[in-house]
């Protein structure tokens, strides 16, 4: 599975942004599917994720009730819309695929990174 994350830019606190992410590979319906962020100085955080059927979505705490994680398998992309948005919500964000038996906010448990897309939030 190859990822290509798209969407990142400057946006002032309180704006929204929509992220995307194109996966290739027919077995993308197999995958759960992540969003983590890594700001300056920083080891990388889960921020959201979802199973393969849509079902099931987790967020971290720090997101939770502002971004919003979706997919549709049937164009092989999956989404982070983010809404109301901090400085501290500055960070490169990746998408990622994981496997069976995935933990969704287990860094490790992902197979396959996306290269990242920049949000940088203005105060």
């Known amino acids: 599975v190859q990822l290509q994350a798209s969407g990142g830019g400057l946006v002032q606190a309180g704006g929204s942004l929509r992220l995307s992410c194109a996966a290739s590979?027919?077995?993308?319906?197999?995958?759960?599917m992540g969003w983590f962020r890594q700001a300056p100085g920083k080891e990388r955080e889960f921020v959201a994720a979802?199973?393969?059927?849509?079902?099931?979505?987790y967020y971290a705490d720090s997101v939770k009730g502002r971004f919003t994680i979706s997919r549709l398998n049937a164009k092989n992309t999956v989404a982070l819309q983010m809404n109301g948005l901090k400085p501290e919500d500055t960070a490169v964000y990746y998408c990622?695929?994981?496997?069976?038996?995935?933990?969704?906010?287990?860094?490790?448990?992902?197979?396959?990174w996306g290269q990242g897309t920049l949000v940088t939030v203005s105060s």
């Open positions: 590979g027919r077995t993308f319906r197999s995958y759960g």
């Open positions: 990622a695929a994981a496997g069976a038996s995935w933990s969704p906010s287990v860094r490790s448990d992902y197979d396959y």
């Open positions: 979802i199973s393969w059927s849509g079902t099931n979505t």
